[in-house]
């Protein structure tokens, strides 16, 4: 059994939180007896979880409209095509990112993307959907991939402008690279639950079961290396670009 990482519980519960936090804008329960969601928003929702579920090229028309309980022709009356569902898939993927993460931001919350998807609880199963969109692939992945990031850089900016984040000077590279980590850790999501126990693309309740992920994230963000050694290598670095802009 693997050991808790030794960083104290009420810092884990707070970041935990932080990073899974919940929106008055979230997708109604789809067990729920009320459902208040329009007839398009039912046959989005339902594909979602079956693209998640089955992959890209398994999920049909006859599948997605068997789990919204509607008609094939009501499927494609709202969506046109499979191409066309799979696109307005795409936008709420990205809508909810957005939203969710713009507003955790101007509330002080972590910036881990990931976070935004899986506060998703009682709704579609948008990480793991995500997770097989990125995978699978469609002429649409570089449209999606490319909007997740310049929200990133916005609401980045948000958390430096109040306090949460450092200043960069490379405020695009840095959102960047923390979406590609992000995305690729929720890609390989069956070889994490593999090494440290913790499965990313689903609620997690328990707090202390989280600390797995939270605390190295923690560790990561607060400062991996130490200043001497950022300060080495950011001089290391430009002195080599100088270099190699002299010899062009």
Not at 40 to 49: E, F, L, Q, Y
Request: glycine share 6%; hydrophobic share 45%.
């Amino acid at each position: 059994m693997r050991p808790t990482p030794s960083i104290g519980l009420t810092r884990i519960e707070h970041m935990y939180r932080l990073l899974n936090m919940r929106s008055a804008v979230v997708a109604a329960d789809q067990d729920s007896p009320i459902d208040d969601r329009t007839t398009k928003a039912r046959i989005r929702d339902a594909a979602i979880a079956c693209f998640a579920e089955h992959g890209m090229a398994a999920t049909t028309v006859r599948k997605v409209a068997a789990a919204a309980n509607v008609s094939p022709g009501l499927v494609m009356h709202h969506f046109e095509s499979m191409d066309g569902l799979r696109v307005a898939c795409d936008k709420h993927v990205t809508a909810t990112i957005r939203e969710l993460k713009s507003g955790a931001m101007a509330a002080g919350a972590g910036f881990d993307p990931l976070g935004a998807l899986r506060s998703h609880q009682s709704g579609p199963p948008l990480a793991k959907y995500l997770a097989r969109t990125l995978v699978d692939g469609s002429p649409h992945v570089i449209e999606l991939v490319d909007e997740i990031v310049a929200d990133a850089v916005e609401y980045t900016e948000t958390g430096v402008e109040t306090g949460l984040l450092a200043p960069s000077r490379y405020p695009r590279e840095r959102a960047a690279i923390l979406t590609m980590w992000s995305l690729g850790a929720l890609v390989l999501h069956e070889h994490l639950v593999r090494l440290i126990g913790v499965d990313i693309t689903k609620p997690i309740d328990n707090p202390r079961a989280a600390s797995s992920y939270v605390a190295p994230i923690l560790e990561i963000l607060s400062g991996f290396i130490t200043e001497t050694t950022s300060q080495l290598m950011s001089q290391a670095f430009a002195e080599g670009m100088a270099k190699k802009e002299g010899d062009s």
